[in-house]
Structure formats: C-alpha cells, structure tokens
C-alpha cells in the first residue's frame, strides 16, 4: 500500500529516551531545574515596557504588502544592523527580505537555490533544526565537521571533499550554536573562494552575532576575538561572491513571539538582483509577515538595547559560575567558546551522553541536553543553556557539580 504521509515528516510518535523521562517526571508532579531553558521571555530578563504598544500603530490597520517587507521596516533594520555590524560595507534596505522567523528565511533559501534532492552543506555538530528545514523542502542536509582541537576549527578541504554536482549552498553559523565557534576574517575569505570554485552559495546564520564573548582571553576560540575584534558579518563583508546572512529578532531582540526574521543579500550585484526577484515571488506566495508586525519593528529594534546588555551580562556572569565549578579536578572539561548561548561539557567517556543526561534529571532532578542530540561524535558531550536566571543557574550547576563528583571517571580521559 503506499504510504499516506510523506517521508519529509518525520513519525512524531518517534521520541527520545530523554523527552520521555521529563515527560514522565512533569506528569508525576517531580520539580526540573531546566538547564537548557533557551526562551528569552522566560528567564527574566528586561522586556522594554513599549512592546505591545508598537503593535497599535494606525499604519497598521491598511493592508499594501510589499513582498520582501514594509519599506519604512527594511531602512530602521539597515541603519539599525550597521550599528551593530559594523563593516567594510554597509547594509541596503533593498537586500533585505524580512520573513516570519530565521527559520522561514532558511526555507525560503532552499528554495530559492535547490531542486528535490540538493543538497546544502551544515556543520555538524550543529543544531538540529537544519535537517528538518532541509527535509521539508525536499532537500539534502549533508554534514561537514567542525573539528575539536586545541579549540573548535573549520577545516575547508573536510568542506570541500562534500561537495557534489547536486551542493547549492553551504551554510556556516557564526557563532554557531551550540559549540561558540566563529568564522574568522580568514576562514570567510578562503570559504568564498571555495564557494566561487564550486559554484555556491555561502548562507551565513548571525543570529547570535551580538552576543560573542570578545575580550575573554581563556574562552574565546579565536586570537582575534580575544582581542576584541567579533566575528564578520559575512553580507557585508567583501563585494563578491553569493553571500547571505541571517538574523532575527528571536534573538537579536529576545523577542520570539513576534516572528521576524530576516536574510541580507551580499556580494556581486548581479546575484543580489536575481535572487531577490525569485525571492519576491516566493514571498509574494506566503506574505506571511503581519502588516502591525512590520511596522512595530523599528521600535522594536530600537528598544532591545537594554536587553542585549544586560543578556551579555547574564552570559558571562553564568558561564564564570560554571567555569568555577568545572575547575574543581575531574568534573569534566568547559570547551572553549567565542560566543552563543550555550556552554559544552566534555566528560570521560566511560558513559555515554544519554546515560549521563538520564541519570542527571534521575538523581538530581537537573535538566541538560545530551551531545547527540547535536550530532557530537567521538566523545561524550552535555550542552546547558547560558539563559536561566542566575539563581536557577548557580543551583543546577551545583547540582551538576555534586552528580560530576559521584560519577566514575575512567582514569580522566576524554
Ligand atoms: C543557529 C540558529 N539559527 C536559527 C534559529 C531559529 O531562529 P528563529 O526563531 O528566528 O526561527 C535558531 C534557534 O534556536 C538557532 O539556534
């Protein structure tokens, strides 16, 4: 018989060991202390008062949609971005196309550049989302590693070796989540060559790019962030090649609820006219931005500075706490990270990440993400969420601490 569903929706009877167990633990009334918490309007962070408010403006109550977004949105975002990004170029209203989250922009770039059956290239580990956004247009997700040495690396001929007559794209996440790992001024240059050999599309997602740990000697991953110097914005920066960069307010302006997400076009003129003309039509299919939504986003954006503050803080000051605790021998290793949300733990592998996770919220009632949940290999890897407030932090982490103490050690070795 054929089948009914298709095989781009995975069976969602499907569910991990983990799902279940915190399942089982909500149902029986037993308390989670949420590492992995990752929702801005959770946490207790400042939210600016004139949120709701910028929803009620006259404008809008007409409808006259603009496919790629409200003009008077894209230029407050233009000005906005080369504040925060600043670079060799600056960013233009007209190679801005606003959509409903990063995530539907993601969609919209498979798209736009992949028949059924491409393929797009994605660092793994990585988050999982990207081979769901794939799947659903009918597209490849194929895996490139980044690599754990001294510190997260990009090797490009681990790149360059997956590259097939059917790969359109290959996106880089910067900071990526959830390892801090960043491009350099270097890696972008040798990627676009790379891109430009090979007929490609470089698809790099910022949306952690205002939160990068510049300054921090010990936790950067790269000497010249360490330094103070972030990471690129890849749209803005060199005029050639086929670039686009990714952000959202999910992040950018810890506002989820509001879905908006944008792509900037960058690079050679020709390939920003061409792709926002298909762009457009693709956009014109969903219009799937509110007409209040996009007239609520230059005040949107002009109020989540306090917020990106006082996150910034918060990263830092949870990361020091769980650098702190991991200090203490045999607790296991804080990777390196130049920026993101969240922290990863190496442990001995003498149990397996899941293993660890399950007997974490058992024993101590403490929440944290396995690493094959992101695809890490070749270890065992637990990854926590920055976001929780500082007191639930301190509290899980101890916990975490006491959970390291019991648990055997193999020797030490990773
Ligand atoms: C790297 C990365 N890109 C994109 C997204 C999705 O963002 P949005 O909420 O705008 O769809 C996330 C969400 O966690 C993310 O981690």
């Given at each position: 018989m054929p089948a009914l569903f298709s095989r781009r929706v995975p069976d969602p009877?499907?569910?991990?060991?983990?799902?279940?167990?915190?399942s089982r633990r909500r149902r029986l009334g037993a308390p989670?202390?949420?590492?992995?918490?990752?929702?801005?309007?959770?946490?207790?962070?400042?939210?600016?008062p004139g949120v709701l408010a910028a929803l009620t403006d006259p404008a809008g109550a007409t409808y006259a949609p603009d496919p790629c977004g409200d003009a008077g949105a894209r230029v407050a975002l233009a000005r906005d971005l080369a504040r925060r990004r600043p670079a060799k170029l600056k960013p233009r209203p007209q190679d801005l196309v606003l959509a409903a989250s990063t995530s539907e922009a993601y969609s919209w770039l498979f798209k736009l550049l992949c028949d059924p059956g491409d393929e797009i290239l994605v660092p793994a580990p990585g988050y999982p989302?990207?081979?769901?956004?794939?799947?659903?247009?009918?597209?490849?997700?194929?895996?490139?590693?980044?690599?754990?040495?001294d510190r997260w690396r990009l090797d490009l001929e681990d790149v360059a070796v997956r590259v097939t007559s059917r790969t359109r794209?290959?996106?880089?996440?910067?900071?990526?989540?959830?390892?801090?790992?960043?491009?350099?001024?270097?890696?972008?240059?040798?990627?676009?060559?790379?891109?430009?050999?090979?007929?490609?599309?470089?698809?790099?997602?910022?949306?952690?790019?205002?939160?990068?740990?510049?300054?921090?000697?010990?936790?950067?991953?790269?000497?010249?962030?360490?330094?103070?110097?972030?990471?690129p914005c890849l749209a803005l920066a060199g005029r050639g090649g086929r670039r686009v960069s990714l952000g959202g307010l999910s992040k950018e302006a810890g506002l989820p609820q509001m879905k908006v997400g944008w792509l900037l076009l960058g690079g050679e003129a020709r390939w920003r006219r061409e792709a926002l003309a298909r762009l457009?039509?693709?956009?014109?299919?969903?219009?799937?931005?509110?007409?209040?939504?996009?007239?609520?986003?230059?005040?949107w954006l002009r109020g989540a500075r306090p917020y990106r503050r006082e996150l910034r803080r918060r990263l830092t000051e949870n990361r020091r706490v769980l650098a702190r605790a991991l200090s203490r021998k045999n607790r296991g290793e804080l990777?390196?990270?130049?920026?993101?949300?969240?922290?990863?733990?190496?442990?001995?592998?003498?149990?397996?990440?899941?293993?660890?996770?399950?007997?974490?919220?058992?024993?101590?009632?403490?929440?944290?993400?396995?690493?094959?949940?992101?695809?890490?290999?070749?270890?065992?890897?637990?990854?926590?969420?920055?976001?929780?407030?500082?007191?639930?932090?301190?509290?899980?982490?101890?916990?975490?601490?006491?959970?390291?103490?019991?648990?055997?050690?193999?020797?030490?070795?990773f």
């Open positions: 009877a499907h569910r991990n060991p983990l799902a279940r167990a915190v989670i202390l949420d590492l992995t918490l990752a929702n801005p309007t959770q946490v207790g962070l400042v939210s600016h989302l990207f081979a769901h956004l794939a799947a659903l247009e009918g597209v490849i997700a194929v895996t490139y590693p980044l690599a754990l040495q794209a290959v996106v880089v996440v910067s900071p990526h989540n959830p390892t801090g790992w960043t491009l350099s001024n270097g890696e972008a240059a040798a990627l676009m060559k790379l891109a430009a050999a090979r007929n490609l599309v470089v698809i790099s997602d910022e949306v952690f790019a205002d939160f990068q740990f510049t300054g921090h000697r010990d936790w950067c991953s790269l000497p010249e962030q360490a330094a103070g110097k972030p990471a457009e039509l693709i956009a014109d299919t969903y219009l799937s931005l509110a007409t209040p939504q996009q007239k609520a986003l230059p005040a990777l390196s990270s130049a920026g993101g949300w969240s922290a990863v733990i190496r442990l001995p592998m003498v149990r397996d990440d899941q293993e660890d996770a399950l007997a974490l919220l058992r024993e101590e009632g403490v929440l944290v993400h396995p690493g094959y949940y992101y695809d890490f290999t070749g270890g065992t890897f637990l990854v926590l969420s920055l976001l929780p407030r500082p007191g639930d932090f301190a509290e899980g982490v101890a916990r975490l601490a006491a959970y390291l103490d019991r648990r055997p050690q193999g020797g030490g070795k």
